[in-house]
């Protein structure tokens, strides 16, 4: 079974600072990886996917993530946070019969202080 | 493209009662996600529709869970003889079906059950 670990279930950054959030993922196969982005009262917004070819993957609003299969890791990154990114956000991997059931994990909820 | 609706954004019920929801996907897409999210995790696949076609439903789905798309176009989720273990947001995503297929999420309907 597919599974996603998120091991920080909150981290907080200075504004400006650059960010990290980390995910860990099990699967047989060739992983589909997302992350989401959810902010209160909104819906979940995709912020970038990796399904297969360049493992460092670009997505909206400044993130950036890399596939290492070695370390069956795909970590989120920003440069430079904004406040407006304080949000929780969302690791998971799809299945291959369809890319819309996706296993998530338990979110880390991003802090940005001014 | 208005988004993908959930109606009610809010439900307060009583233990033992009946609940429906509504989603209304984005108009084009033909693959209909519900999804379960309880405080302090991220949202668990619950089943999900291809046009009218019921193809896959989670073993979360217990058998007081039914969820119907007639015409392949809105999808409603029914909770019979609700408990307070069903209290959680329920969201509903849609997609276009192919390589590149991505969730669209709605804001969700809250269910808190009393």
């Known amino acids: 079974a597919q599974s996603v670990t998120q091991p920080d279930i909150h981290i907080t950054v200075s504004e400006g600072a650059s960010l990290e959030l980390r995910c860990n993922y099990s699967?047989?196969?060739?992983?589909?990886l997302f992350w989401y982005v959810q902010s209160p009262g909104q819906g979940l917004q995709l912020l970038l996917k990796y399904f297969s070819g360049d493992t460092l993957v670009q997505g909206i609003k400044g993130f950036e993530a890399e596939f290492k299969r070695s370390q069956s890791s795909f970590n989120l990154r920003k440069p430079s946070v904004h406040w407006s990114d304080a949000a929780e956000y969302f690791c998971a991997v799809g299945a291959s019969t369809s890319y819309g059931k996706l296993t998530f994990g338990q979110g880390t909820i991003l802090t940005v202080h001014p | 493209d208005t988004g993908v609706s959930q109606d009610p954004r809010h439900k307060i019920t009583k233990r033992g009662q009946n609940v429906t929801f509504r989603c209304d996907p984005i108009s084009e897409h033909n693959r209909l996600y519900w999804y379960r999210q309880t405080l302090g995790q991220g949202p668990e696949f619950l089943t999900y529709f291809q046009n009218e076609a019921q193809l896959e439903k989670s073993r979360l789905l217990s058998d007081r869970f039914s969820a119907e798309r007639p015409k392949g176009s809105f999808s409603t989720l029914e909770i019979q003889r609700t408990e307070q273990g069903d209290s959680a947001m329920y969201l509903c995503?849609?997609?276009?079906?192919?390589?590149?297929?991505?969730?669209?999420f709605g804001s969700g309907t809250q269910l808190s059950v009393l």
């Open positions: 699967y047989g196969a060739t992983p589909y």
């Open positions: 995503a849609s997609s276009s079906q192919g390589w590149d297929e991505k969730l669209f």
